[in-house]
């Protein structure tokens, strides 16, 4: 029988920023077939609300990851229990984030034991995926700390 091993919640800035602002493919193409391994193999998942986030944007980001639509989760109940939890816990947050799916991301890697990959500032106190993940204990890397935890030389 086939295990999933999955390692990392993607939040939409682990993607749109890598892609768009440090890691372009024209540049970086062996880091994207990395990256498309491991998408493949489901040790990077993200939720369906990070596809919709990637997919209002049509570029060539949208177009790579649309191959591995199944890597990106419909949320189940317990994690929109846990995503309850979290806006109620940080309401502020919610009201003024752009990225809907931020409470989601943090719900899967919470629910699944993962660690959110996202270029959000970690020095920020509140109302950002880190802080979030600080209070309730999930574990959050930048995308160069996930790169280094893969071993992803390129």
């Not at 086939?2 to 493919?25: E, Q, V």
Request: proline share 5%.
């Amino acid at each position: 029988m086939f295990k999933i091993f999955w390692k990392y919640s993607f939040d939409s800035s682990g993607f749109i920023d890598a892609w768009n602002r440090y890691y372009p493919i024209d540049l970086f193409p062996t880091l994207w077939e990395k990256i498309a391994s491991l998408l493949q193999k489901e040790i990077i998942i993200a939720s369906s609300l990070v596809w919709d986030e990637i997919k209002r944007k049509d570029d060539e980001l949208k177009e790579f990851l649309e191959k591995f639509k199944k890597s990106f989760k419909s949320p189940t109940k317990k994690e929109q229990e846990i995503v309850e939890k979290i806006i109620n816990s940080n309401p502020d947050w919610i009201k003024n984030s752009k990225n809907e799916a931020d409470p989601f991301v943090i719900a899967l890697a919470k629910l699944k034991n993962l660690k959110v990959v996202t270029y959000e500032n970690p020095n920020k106190t509140k109302n950002h995926i880190p802080a979030v993940c600080r209070q309730i204990k999930v574990e959050y890397f930048s995308f160069i700390e996930f790169l280094r935890e893969e071993n992803i030389v390129f």
